[in-house]
C-alpha cells in the first residue's frame, strides 16, 4: 500500500502562482510513477502531469497546462510537486495526487493509489 497526502492548495488570483506538494508514504519502494489530476465540479477526472519514479526520469503534461505547470520530484523526501504558473480560472479544481506501482498513465482508472485532494480556486 502507497499512503498519499498532498497540500498547497488555495486561491489564487488569475496570472499568479501556486505550488502543490504531495507526499507519499508505505511502499514507496515499488512506484513507477507519480500523477497529478484535477476535476472540477460536474466534470471527470482529468490528467494534468506525470513523472516517473525511477533513476530516468520522465515528465509529461496534458496540452492544456504545457508550458505553465512544471512537475517535480525529490526521492529522498518522497515528495512530487506540481509548479503551477500562469494560472487561469478555468485551471479551478480539486487536484489529486496518484501513484502506481507499473506503468505512468494519462487516465485515471491507470492509477492505484490516490491522495485526498486540494482545492486550487483561481479567481479572475
Known amino acids: 500500500q502507497v499512503q498519499l497526502v498532498e497540500s498547497g492548495g488555495g486561491l489564487v488570483q488569475a496570472g499568479g502562482s501556486l505550488g502543490l506538494s504531495c507526499v507519499a508514504s508505505?511502499?514507496?519502494?515499488?512506484?513507477?510513477?507519480m500523477g497529478w489530476f484535477r476535476q472540477a465540479p460536474g466534470k471527470v477526472r482529468d490528467f494534468v502531469a506525470a513523472i516517473t519514479w525511477g533513476n530516468d526520469i520522465a515528465a509529461y503534461y496534458a496540452d492544456s497546462v504545457k508550458g505553465r505547470f512544471t512537475v517535480s520530484r525529490d526521492k529522498a523526501k518522497n515528495t512530487v510537486y506540481l509548479q503551477m504558473n500562469s494560472l487561469r480560472p478555468e485551471d479551478t479544481a480539486v487536484y489529486y495526487c496518484a501513484a502506481d506501482p507499473t506503468v505512468l498513465g494519462r487516465t485515471a482508472n491507470a492509477y492505484d493509489y490516490w491522495g485526498q485532494g486540494t482545492q486550487v480556486t483561481v479567481s479572475s
Open positions: 508505505g511502499r514507496t519502494f515499488s512506484m513507477y510513477a
